[in-house]
């Protein structure tokens, strides 16, 4: 859990899609204020609204 919240911290947004990306079931026990800043289902979206490469 510790490892996990250092990636996400080091890449941002980019680490947490990846999370995401890995299991759904993960994402829920995963949540961080970023997730709650970013909503999981929006978290591929960039920051000017276009949809990035899923990782």
């Known amino acids: 859990m510790d490892s996990s919240t250092k990636s996400k911290s080091k890449h941002n ?6 999370v ?3 299991g ?3 994402s829920k026990r995963t949540r961080t ?3 709650i800043l ?3 289902p929006r978290i591929n979206v960039g920051p000017d609204g276009k949809e990035e490469e899923p990782f």
């Open 33 to 35: 204020k970023r997730d």
């Open 24 to 26: 759904d079931n993960k």
């Open 20 to 22: 995401n990306k890995e």
């Open 38 to 40: 970013q909503p999981p």
């Open 13 to 18: 947004g980019i680490e947490v899609s990846k």
